[in-house]
């Protein structure tokens, strides 16, 4: 039998709706009804990877907007190997975005991840690729360092 752990947070509406977005998403991608408990341990390997997707002033403007506290309550039961992960993601990506960040801040940015994920995997199957194609291309859609433009230095 594989351990779990349970927990109980209180988010804020936004949160609420993040998660239940997610929930949506990955219900309609593989065709079959999702809990957050799935979407949380089939998202959780991106969680190491989230520092070098994204810009940590985005990352902190998401926690800011989102945020994880608030008066609706969540149960949700996760696989003790996914809280192994995002807890060592969570100890990363404080130290990259110079905060703590805990659990519940950690789900979120993996939430954030999954609807940039599926609304560019949306907007390319519009512009003609396949869906496996989509997904397959988005991989490389990376937003970190986008605006960053290598500068030579003058001639003499």
């Known amino acids: 039998m594989t351990a779990e752990k349970a927990y109980h947070i209180s988010v804020s509406d936004h949160y609420f709706r993040l998660t239940s977005e997610g929930i949506r ?3 309609n991608k593989h065709h079959s009804y999702y809990s957050l408990s799935m979407v949380i341990n089939e998202r959780v390997e991106r ?3 989230l520092v070098h997707s994204y810009d940590a002033d985005d990352m902190r403007n998401h926690l800011r907007i989102i945020s994880s506290e608030g008066e609706i309550e969540i149960d949700f039961t996760i696989l003790e190997t996914s809280f192994s ?3 060592a993601a969570a100890l990363s990506l404080g130290e990259a975005l110079g905060q703590k960040v805990l659990l519940p801040d950690a ?3 993996i939430l954030f991840d999954l609807i940039v994920e599926r609304n560019a995997t949306e907007v390319l199957t519009k512009l003609g690729l396949s869906a496996s194609e989509a997904e397959s291309y988005r991989v490389s859609l990376k937003k970190k360092n986008a605006n960053v433009i ?3 230095p003058k001639r003499s």
Do not use: G, K, Q, T
Request: no cysteine; charged share 20%.
């Open 85 to 87: 992960s995002i807890e």
């Open 47 to 49: 969680a190491s990877d």
């Open 107 to 109: 789900v979120s940015l």
């Open 150 to 152: 290598p500068l030579r």
């Open 25 to 27: 998403l990955l219900s």
